[in-house]
């Protein structure tokens, strides 16, 4: 479905504390995704200074303040400026999360859980035309984290995820920890979850720990990488290749090379997955 895009490979979220460890094991790390919202509003010499990194790696912008499901339109200097960028960055596609952060006047600076209905629905459909018919690079949407039910669902976040991908010929994002996280929170099977979504639809695949506060699993970005989410990294490398997966790690960093290790787990799995096919 998605033949034409580059294969990336395994690559780690670019975090700024992390930058020098990161440049020193360049060989290690096959591409970076980076924050965009970090690069929107800054000086164009910071910017510029970034994307020098692109004589290392390919470089992927990666959302957070799109906010997709807001009932108001896009935000058009927003997306202006992130379709600079994404050219800026000669990105092969760019990502945001199927959420919203904002209200009118205000930015809840949180990725926010949609309602699951109808309404909603063509709220998002209206709004990722918006982005594509401005930003001339596919787009992704990426699956998040939500900690309660919202009542006065029409369907379920699988149906609503598959509708909007299929409707809006839009490209996956799969954050198989967050599926992992909200089948611990909300108790649900995260195996038939995978099932009914449209994982040929994936192109991307993020990884990333969680940690218990209390008796919730948190989406924190601060642990390694927990195995029932490397199981279900193999479940759905049985199914489809991805052009990329991705390491978030934002926080309470160990020692890099545990980072690095993740990352050669994930490429081994992706082996691993390659072989059993052939
Ligand atoms: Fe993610």
Sequence with gaps: MYDDLPTLG????????????????????????????????????RTERFLQLREHWP?????VGMSIGSATEVDRDYL???????EQADAPWFSDHLSFTKVPDTDVEQLTPLWFTEESFDTVCRNVEQVKNTIDKPFLLENITYYFHLPGNDMSEAEFTTRVLEETDTGLLLDVNNVWVNSVNLGFDPYEFLDSIPLERTVQIHLAGGEYVEDMMVDTHGAPVHEPVWKLLDYVLERVQPKAILLEWDQSWPDFEELLAHLDRARAAVAASQAKVS
């Design 59 to 63: 470089l992927v912008p990666h959302g």
């Design 10 to 45: 395994v690559g780690l979220g670019y975090r700024l504390p992390l930058h020098r460890q990161t440049l020193d094991n360049r060989d290690r790390i096959d591409f970076v995704e980076f924050i965009a919202d970090q690069y929107l509003y800054g000086t164009p010499e």
């Design 80 to 86: 202006d400026r992130l379709g600079t960028l994404v």
